[in-house]
């Protein structure tokens, strides 16, 4: 590997290697590569997006199998060489894609459809939303969070008025006042911290900094050694939007940029919560649809506190195919999937190509990278269409590289793309972002953003991915290689596509690798929800809870329409309400046993103990299932369902919801 430093202030210029097998193409084929091809495969390009430190002199060239996991020490001939297999593949014909033409919308428009996805349609100045329900929404804010909503409520207000709308938004002051925090108020949205809450934020704010200045020492280390990776602690209980503003008043008003060295990615670390970690799929879906306009109010915050301009695309409706298996809807397609096996969540051509290339061995090297042959790849295509859901399709004879080849183009031609037409330009500007752990936090909000058929097929992906980075000291194809190759299926939408400069194509490329990492190295954290917006929701429930309360004529309409279902839970309420003790619990089975068990609470008992100890009392129970199928969930209080992970300490959550109901049954599926 050749490498050239630019010891100039704007940044570093990479220049590839080339280190392939037989199989790959040769270092001639570049060298005879048209001027453009050659040009940005040789990466003269000033990384203006990301501050890059000097290299030391003399650097080793690393191959695929010690490579270090770090883009700056990494060719761009992977992802080069995958757009051109791409290319030829969408030049043989069988791929077609409609070009999508976007509407630029107007500052209006935008905003409107912005209040109306976060969930505040009332403030659109017209009669389409639950005023009660705003104001409830508008009430648990942060200071960050209603700055961010009074944004854009300021802006749909100019907008209007100079188009002379007859229905005008609120006045904001009116919308504000009673919402507006005062300096003392707890930031977070959480139960308030005391004394301590200048001390918590400005201890934030140090560690976000102190993560990413750059050490004095940097080893050289290789992807393949078990050597230790910086850690960084990451705060899940305050808000991200927050800490973003608790860290630009320290460094008044400009947040430092990360300085390190695209080097080894950190190891964030989790804070314990003793309430429990929540995943994404442990809350009742109506829940989850709290969760998601807080998501999109909160990510809006940070990039707005960040001074990066969000980018929530309309989506388009365009002409698609309705039956098959390439080229279809993602929902349409789970829809005809579900009819062969109920329940599925993953697309079941994605699941076989996936098990088939997982029954040839991961050991083989350039798997992911190498492409299978276009002919083959074709006729498989073909075949698959006609044969799949007949169960007529053999599997017998699909190579390897042709079942890799066919699951990325199974991605690149839905329709939309499997990050959303209306969130693609949002995760690739991520790279924007200040410091990385901004940048995994706003990709985190992103993640709980995407319909749950686009989220659930990403993690399955993510995951086959990572499985295939295990094997890298056979397959010879490391977080960094996946990444080069994944991202260009991944980000590069033809609908969407626009022509771009060599300049912005190869910061795209850089940029897009770098997301692609983040989504195969964090996924554990990326699909957690964090617990400052399960305190939201909880809060949110109390208050529809009080209005649901006042409204006396719906409770009575309720009653009516569900009298013996009332009936019954006051039975049970009453039966399960005798003679419990201080200090203990009633957890319920209804699915194995109608015997209650009675849990008495201690400062180290855990959702574990309650599930083992279940387990070993109930005969039969423990033969018949497996702990991994059932979980404690925690049912209603503040809260609608939420399964509990196993180190959730009981006392402390039964302190954050004493009304709830502890129930074990089979996890939801």
């Known amino acids: 590997m050749s490498r050239s430093n630019n010891l100039g202030s704007q940044g570093v210029v990479l220049t590839a290697y080339s280190s392939r097998t037989a199989e790959e193409k040769s270092s001639k084929e570049v060298e005879e590569s048209p001027p453009a091809l050659a040009s940005r495969r040789y990466g003269h390009y000033n990384m203006n997006h990301a501050k890059a430190t000097k290299s030391p002199p003399n650097r080793t060239a690393y191959g695929r199998s010690n490579s270090q996991d770090s883009l700056d020490d990494l060719s761009m001939d992977d992802y080069w060489n995958e757009l051109d297999n791409i290319q030829k593949s969408r030049e043989s014909g069988h791929e077609e894609q409609e070009e999508v033409i976007l509407k ?22 017209e009669s389409v939303g639950d005023k009660e329900e705003t104001i409830v929404l508008l009430a648990t804010l942060t200071r960050t969070q209603a700055a961010a909503v009074q944004k854009r409520v300021e802006t749909l207000t100019q907008t209007l008025r100079k188009k002379n ?20 108020q707890n930031r977070s949205g959480v139960e308030s911290r005391g004394g301590t809450e200048k001390e918590t934020q400005r201890t934030i704010a140090e560690e976000e900094v102190s993560a990413y200045e750059p050490s004095k020492e940097k080893e050289k280390v290789s992807v393949l050694d078990d050597v230790p990776v910086p850690e960084t602690d990451l705060n899940l209980a305050v808000s991200f939007s927050e800490q973003a503003a608790d860290l630009k008043d320290k460094y008044k008003g400009q947040i430092p940029k990360g300085t390190e060295e695209n080097t080894i990615l950190p190891n964030f670390r989790l804070q314990q919560d003793k309430t429990g970690t929540t995943k994404v799929g442990d809350l009742a879906p109506q829940d989850m649809a709290k969760v998601h306009s807080l998501a999109l109010i909160e990510l809006t915050a940070l990039y707005d506190t960040l001074g990066t301009e969000f980018k929530h695309q309309k989506a388009m409706k365009i002409k698609t195919k309705e039956t098959g298996l390439f080229g279809v809807p993602l929902s349409l397609l789970l829809e005809q999937d ?67 080849s066919l699951l990325k183009h199974f991605i690149r031609v839905l ?48 995951e086959f991915l990572q499985r295939v980075i295990d094997y890298r000291d056979k397959n010879k194809m490391t977080l960094n290689n996946v990444a080069m190759v994944m991202a260009p299926n991944l980000f590069l939408f033809k609908g969407l596509r626009t022509k771009a400069s060599e300049q912005k194509e190869f ?5 897009t690798a770098g997301i692609m990492r983040f989504l195969i190295k964090y996924q554990q954290l990326l699909w957690t929800i964090p617990k400052f917006i399960v305190n939201q929701v909880r809060n949110l429930n109390v ?9 006396r004529p719906m409770k009575k309409l309720l009653k009516k329409r569900i009298p013996e279902r009332d009936k019954q839970d006051k039975q049970d309420k009453s039966l399960i309400e005798v003679d419990i003790p201080k200090g203990v619990i009633r957890v319920q089975a209804h699915s194995f046993s109608k015997v209650s068990m009675a849990v008495q609470l201690t400062e180290e008992l855990k959702a574990s103990d309650i599930l083992a100890r279940f387990l070993s ?11 991994e199928e059932v979980c404690l969930y925690e049912i209603g209080g503040n809260i609608g369902e939420r399964c509990l992970d196993d180190n959730t300490y009981m006392k402390d959550l039964y302190q954050l919801n004493p009304c709830a109901d502890w129930v074990i049954k089979p996890r939801s599926s």
């Open 543 to 551: 208050e529809n809870q009080k209005k649901l309360a006042r409204d």
């Open 165 to 184: 709308k007859p229905h005008p938004p609120p006045d904001v002051r009116d919308i504000f006042r009673p919402q507006c925090p005062e300096k003392d």
């Open 507 to 511: 910061a795209l490329a850089t940029g």
């Open 415 to 462: 329709p939309q793309p499997l990050l959303t037409q209306e969130y693609l330009n949002a995760f690739i500007d991520v790279q924007n972002l200040p410091t990385r752990k901004q940048q995994l936090q706003a990709l985190n909000l992103l993640v709980l953003l995407l319909p749950a058929p686009n989220r659930d097929m990403l993690k399955a992906l993510v």
């Open 338 to 404: 579900q009819k062969k096996v109920p329940g599925t969540k993953i697309p079941l051509l994605f699941q076989k190509l996936v098990s088939h290339i997982e029954d040839e061995g991961l050991q083989t090297e350039g798997l992911l990278r190498i492409p299978g042959a276009a002919t083959r790849i074709k006729t498989l295509y073909q075949e698959l269409e006609a044969k799949f859901y007949e169960g007529t399709f053999s599997w017998d004879t699909v190579k390897q590289h042709d079942a890799a």
């Open 104 to 125: 630029v919308q107007d500052e209006g428009e935008s905003e409107a459809e912005w209040l109306k996805e976060a969930g505040l349609s009332e403030l659109l100045g």
């Open 617 to 627: 009392q109930e005969s039969g129970v423990s033969e018949s299932i497996n702990k």
